[in-house]
């Protein structure tokens, strides 16, 4: 039946080739063979919901503080330094601010230089907080700790270094250093019950095998003791018989 349904794919132009890849998830057999490494998975599967809780944490803190973006900082990153001759702007650009004092200053650079908008932003204009889409994926990216000081570095060429930073160092805070250590805090509970549980397994085993073990001792005692009363009783009997002859 099954060499017929093979057949019948093939004939349909079905790769079956493709099947020999479920073929690579053959050493998951090797893991009932090691208690250790059955402890591990055992801690990740079931710590599966709390991380599901946790997630949603993480997508919570995510979306406050994509919100409080959009609020402070929605299209503050689309100034740069235009050149008045080449018309253009200058090459790996960078935020600007057109307020004298603050923020980074295109003057710097040279007299022909002022600060302008129409540039498309950090990273080809992904990272910006102009709409929530856009937030929500910059301020993912600030918690990841992948190139958040950059961030933070382009809103101060905009907007100055005042207070943006407190916006920057609670997310990274909040959303990096107290939900990973969550993560790991479960991971690690699991794990130490688990371990708890496969050592009492252990010790029950142990247990079991010694309680055989002596009931075994104590039937082959009982069996010799046995044996040896009635060794008695037939010289006896053996006796009595060649006494009367």
């Not at 990153?77 to 650009?93: G, P, S």
């Not at 060429?157 to 250093?177: K, P």
């Not at 397994?201 to 095998?209: N, P, S, T, Y």
Request: include cysteine; aromatic fraction near 10%; hydrophobic fraction near 45%.
């Amino acid at each position: 039946m099954i060499s017929t349904a093979l057949s019948n794919l093939m004939k349909e132009g079905f790769d079956v080739k493709a099947l020999r890849a479920f073929r690579v998830l053959r050493p998951l057999r090797l893991v009932s063979g090691v208690p250790s490494l059955q402890v591990v998975l055992n801690s990740i599967l079931r710590a599966m919901v709390p991380l599901l809780h946790i997630a949603l944490l993480v997508l919570f803190v995510i979306i406050i503080y994509a919100i409080i973006g959009l609020e402070l900082f929605s299209g503050k990153l689309h100034k740069a330094c235009y050149d008045n001759v080449t018309r253009d702007f200058m090459d790996d650009a960078h935020p600007c601010s057109d307020i004298e004092g603050s923020g980074f200053q295109c003057s710097t650079y040279g007299k022909d230089l002022v600060c302008a908008e129409g540039w498309d932003g950090p990273n080809f204009g992904i990272t910006n907080f102009d709409n929530f889409g856009l937030a929500m994926l910059t301020v993912f990216q600030c918690i990841t700790l992948e190139g958040w000081t950059d961030v933070l570095y382009n809103i101060e060429d905009s907007l100055g270094n005042t207070w943006q930073w407190m916006y920057f160092i609670s997310m990274v805070i909040l959303g990096a250093f107290f939900v990973m250590n969550l993560i790991l805090g479960v991971l690690s509970g699991e794990f130490s019950k688990e371990r708890e549980k496969a050592k009492a397994r252990g010790d029950f085993h142990k247990l079991r095998e010694k309680q055989q073990l002596e009931e075994d001792l104590r039937g082959y005692l009982d069996w010799i003791t046995q044996a040896e009363d009635i060794e008695p009783e037939g010289e006896d009997r053996q006796h009595n018989m060649d006494s009367k002859s």
